[in-house]
């Protein structure tokens, strides 16, 4: 895999990055590799910047892992999670030695969205992330239209959830018809509003 563009640093990415933006992570363990031959995708992981007001860059993702401070609870907790920007791709290219992309959505974001995204943070913040296996059902169940229970949901859905609540993405597809590959581009999402998502650039992690 390539990007289309030269590297930018940490520093420049995060400077960069405005609410909506994507983040894209490819890794090396066994449950990275189980998850993109499950889903034939290029990528693993994928979060979402929220960049609001004077608050510094923040990531919002679902992850097992709990090592960092929940900035919406202020709690270390498993599941669905608002990070430090920063501090979580360093964590994902760092402990969990992934490799980073910064994709960026072109288009005005309101006020109005800004709202959605705070209130869907507010409905799925907490939300446990499922086990492989049941990940993999989710997933199954939502490429033919089924929704899947919401007492779980994993790292793709809370983008989708996200962007639907934004107006970004209709809702005829549920949530968990979405795995991070369909974030990568290639992939026809159908975004609203006129939106689009810029090519993928490769971010430079120490």
């Given at each position: 895999?390539?990007?289309?563009?030269?590297?930018?640093?940490?520093?420049?990415?995060?400077?960069?990055?405005?609410?909506?933006?994507?983040?894209?992570?490819?890794?090396?363990?066994?449950?990275?590799?189980?998850?993109?031959?499950?889903?034939?995708?290029?990528?693993?992981?994928?979060?979402?910047?929220?960049?609001?007001?004077?608050?510094?860059?923040?990531?919002?993702?679902?992850?097992?892992?709990?090592?960092l401070r929940d900035v919406w609870t202020g709690q270390h907790q498993r599941g669905v999670q608002l990070h430090d920007l920063r501090e979580a791709v360093q964590q994902w290219c760092g402990r969990?030695?992934?490799?980073?992309?910064?994709?960026?959505?072109?288009?005005?974001?309101?006020?109005?969205?800004?709202?959605?995204?705070?209130?869907?943070?507010a409905r799925l913040d907490g939300t446990p992330f499922p086990s492989t296996v049941a990940l993999a059902g989710r997933w199954a169940r939502g490429r033919i239209r089924r929704a899947a229970p919401?007492?779980?949901?994993?790292?793709?859905?809370?983008?989708?959830?996200?962007?639907?609540?934004?107006?970004?993405?209709?809702?005829?597809?549920?949530?968990?018809?979405?795995?991070?590959?369909?974030?990568?581009?290639?992939?026809?999402?159908?975004?609203?509003?006129?939106?689009?998502?810029?090519?993928?650039?490769?971010?430079?992690?120490?």
């Open positions: 895999m390539s990007s289309p563009s030269a590297p930018l640093s940490l520093d420049e990415a995060v400077d960069l990055t405005r609410t909506g933006d994507l983040w894209l992570f490819r890794g090396r363990s066994t449950a990275d590799h189980a998850i993109r031959v499950l889903t034939n995708a290029p990528v693993n992981h994928v979060g979402m910047a929220v960049v609001l007001d004077d608050l510094p860059p923040l990531m919002w993702h679902a992850e097992l892992g709990k090592g969990y030695e992934q490799r980073a992309w910064l994709r960026q959505l072109d288009t005005a974001v309101t006020r109005e969205m800004e709202d959605a995204v705070l209130r869907t943070v919401a007492e779980l949901t994993y790292c793709a859905e809370v983008v989708a959830a996200t962007y639907t609540a934004m107006g970004l993405l209709d809702d005829d597809r549920p949530t968990n018809f979405y795995d991070p590959g369909m974030f990568w581009s290639g992939d026809e999402m159908g975004l609203l509003r006129g939106a689009r998502l810029g090519d993928e650039i490769a971010v430079a992690v120490p």
